[in-house]
């Protein structure tokens, strides 16, 4: 599975983003997909995850409410509408590819990271 994060730029506290992931090769749909998040000095952060059906959603306590993540299957697209932005948000944000949906919750042995895009809040 390929993957192609875009979407970073710099916003204002308050302001929102849309991160996309684009997804290619053999199997990427049948594996569940997520963003996740790293700033600098800090741990790689979980934020969402989300299966190519789209019926179930998962995100990290830090962005529930503010975040959402969503599929375009005929786009073969990964989407992350992140509003309400904080500068605590401001990190490198990957997507990812797991076929085991509980590693890529816990975001361990991943079989796909994208390259980052980076996402900067001012205050």
């Known amino acids: 599975v390929q993957l192609q994060a875009f979407g970073g730029g710099l916003v204002q506290a308050g302001g929102s983003l849309r991160l996309s992931c684009a997804a290619s090769?053999?199997?990427?749909?049948?594996?569940?997909m997520g963003w996740f998040r790293q700033a600098p000095g800090k741990e790689r952060e979980f934020v969402a995850a989300?299966?190519?059906?789209?019926?179930?959603?998962y995100y990290g306590d830090s962005v529930k409410g503010r975040f959402t993540i969503s599929v375009d299957n005929i786009k073969n697209m990964v989407y992350l509408q992140m509003n309400n932005l904080k500068p605590e948000d401001t990190a490198v944000y990957y997507c990812?590819?797991?076929?085991?949906?509980?590693?890529?919750?816990?975001?361990?042995?991943?079989?796909?990271w994208g390259q980052g895009t980076q996402v900067t809040v001012s205050s």
């Open positions: 090769g053999r199997t990427f749909s049948s594996r569940p």
């Open positions: 990812a590819a797991n076929t085991n949906l509980a590693l890529l919750l816990r975001g361990v042995r991943i079989d796909s």
């Open positions: 989300i299966r190519w059906s789209g019926v179930n959603t």
